[in-house]
């Protein structure tokens, strides 16, 4: 594949022509491997500290879950400040919890500083179907407060119909320094503006070996000589690296777009915040610059496809708006996201001159760039953050390569089930 997927973001992109593949030896201070977020964003960092940098993509910038995904900026980590603190220890969960916010931050500083056309709305929605998920996000609060954090407003029934107008849930939280966007609009325009401080970009170039001892990365038909290396393919870099391979899994995600609905759209979210729910898997959607309902949720542990996308969002989105019956759906498609065990992003080295970052398992848009500036900083002389995330402890998923999606699955009908009884 040379191009992107067909989605509603792919038909609604601000044109950006296709770069040139690599072609013979480049040298550079880093290659980065992977042109998502991750990738663009430590680029984009890296570049305005006046680092000279080449960006190595297998197809075309975005083409990954960073250019498919819900676009909504979710603030934290796909666990709890309280959770990570338990988990990791204090002194971790202190310097982990203060950053919490800082993703959206850059993106919110990078679409004003380099006027990124990527329709950015404020104001995210988080609901509950239960009085023990109204408890979860109370206590959310609570924790997030014992951090500085006071951008929350619980929300109970009543209080739902300016923001989302169903008989679904029974309460929310609204999460003002959270929003969304067009996502594939904001890394093109992040990589436009890397661009623009003379970082090169090469697409179409799939990386077929890195050379760790001397930080030289091969594509077919060229290599990146460097001084280091960053590698940021997250669930799409394969059969390179398979040291990185085992510690996560490609889980697809699916998402629906309907025709555009004029004012219908607006009634059904009349304040323009993203939502999604709190059950083990979500459904998570929003409204689009158009007046499209875009909407997604269920996942497929592996990363394969379900027979129909269609069959499978349609009918969620039918449970939450039953009056869009007989709207016309004009899109649906699909994207991997890594996965990790700990359900945590994992940064560290493979050599010294090789860095990781991958996994962020579902929360990508703002934490890959907080990690990609981070990963930034270290070949900067600052290395403080990089540290705390990179002794955090990896552990494989349980049966390997072979049987980690079959157990992975079963784990997750537990909670399903504990979602469905409310408990």
């Known amino acids: 594949m040379t191009e992107h997927v067909k989605s509603y973001y792919a038909a609604t992109a601000n044109k950006q022509d296709a770069r040139p593949p690599l072609q013979g030896t480049v040298t550079a201070d880093v290659c980065v491997i992977g042109a998502g977020f991750t990738g663009t964003a430590a680029a984009l960092e890296l570049a305005e500290r006046g680092f000279s940098v080449a960006l190595v993509e297998g197809v075309r910038v975005g083409f990954g879950a960073s250019g498919r995904n819900g676009g909504q900026i979710v603030n934290g980590y796909s666990r709890d400040l309280d959770v990570i ?32 056309q ?25 924790v997030w407060n014992g951090f500085g954090y006071d951008q ?30 067009h996502p ?12 623009s401080l003379g970082g090169r970009i090469f697409e ?30 997250n669930a799409y870099l394969r059969n390179v690296l398979p040291e990185l391979e085992g510690r996560i899994m490609p889980v697809s995600t699916q998402v629906l777009a309907t025709e555009p609905l004029g004012n219908k759209a607006a009634k059904l979210l009349p304040s323009n915040v993203c939502v999604e729910d709190c059950n083990y898997v979500l459904d998570y959607f929003r409204r689009t610059a158009d007046n499209r309902i875009l909407y997604g949720g269920g996942i497929v542990y592996g990363g394969t496809d379900p027979a129909s996308i269609r069959a499978k969002i349609l009918p969620l989105m039918l449970k939450t708006f039953p009056g ?21 992003p994992q940064m560290g080295k493979l050599a010294p001159k090789v860095f990781f970052s991958h996994g962020d398992s579902g929360h990508g848009v703002t934490t890959t760039h ?8 270290t070949v900067a002389g600052d290395s403080s953050r990089f540290d705390v995330f990179s002794k955090l402890p990896y552990y494989p998923f349980p049966g390997g390569k072979t049987f980690r999606v079959p157990l992975t699955v079963a784990g997750s009908w537990y909670y399903r089930l504990k979602d469905r009884l409310g408990l």
């Open 184 to 195: 594939l609009n904001l890394v093109q325009g992040e990589a436009a503006a890397f661009e």
């Open 324 to 344: 869009l019956r007989d709207v016309r759906i004009d899109y649906t498609w699909s994207g991997n996201f890594a996965l990790t065990l700990t359900r945590f």
């Open 370 to 377: 907080l990690l990609g500036r981070i990963l930034a900083e």
């Open 118 to 142: 990527c329709d950015i709305q404020p104001g995210m929605l988080t609901t509950a179907f239960s009085a023990k998920q109204m408890r979860e996000l109370e206590h959310h609060v609570k």
């Open 85 to 116: 603190s338990a988990r990791y220890g204090e002194n971790a969960g202190r310097v982990i919890g203060a950053l919490a916010c800082e993703g959206g931050n850059i993106i919110r500083e990078r679409v004003a500083k380099y006027n990124i």
């Open 152 to 181: 929350f407003e619980l929300l109970d029934k009543s209080a739902l119909a300016p923001h989302v107008v169903t008989d679904r849930y029974v309460g929310g939280l609204i999460d003002r320094k959270g929003g969304h966007l």
């Open 204 to 233: 179409n170039s799939p990386v077929v070996s890195v050379d760790m001892d001397n930080a030289i990365v091969k594509t077919a038909q060229g290599e990146v000589r460097a001084k280091y290396v960053f590698v940021c393919g």
